[in-house]
C-alpha cells in the first residue's frame, strides 16, 4: 500500500508548549494530556492546599466518546501523486495538547481540561456601605 510522503519546503514556529507536539515524519501513535489551572485573583492571597486537580471534577469525569462503527465498508484508494507538496507554514504557537504533524499517523488521542477561576474582592454598595 502505498502511503503518502509530506514535503515542506519551509517551517517556522514560534513556540510549542503544555504537552503539544511538533512531529516530522510518521509515527505509529501521539497521544497527549494537559491540564491546567487558571486562576484570575484582585488580590495576590495565596492558600496552602490551591492547585489539587482532584478537587475539579472536571479533570475526573469521562470524556464521551462516539462508539466505534461496527459495519463493513469496502473502499480502495489511489493516490495519483502521493506526495503533499506545501511551500510555507507558518504557526504562531501549539499549546495545551495540541500537535503539528508532517507526516502519517496511525492512532492520535488528545485531551486538555482547563479550569478557570475568578476570586474577586467584595464589592461595596455606595449608598448603603454594604457588600454587594
Known sequence: MLQRITCVDH?????VSFSSILQIGDSEQIQALSRALAVQREAEIFFDNEGNF???SIFSETIPFQPAVEENVVFSTHNLNPVLKVRNIDIMG???SAVVHLGNSRNIAMEARVKHIRQLLPRMNMSNGEDI
Not at 517551517?11 to 513556540?15: C, E, G, L, Q, Y
Open 54 to 56: 482532584a478537587s475539579f
Open 11 to 15: 517551517i517556522k514556529i514560534d513556540a
Open 94 to 96: 501549539a499549546s495545551s
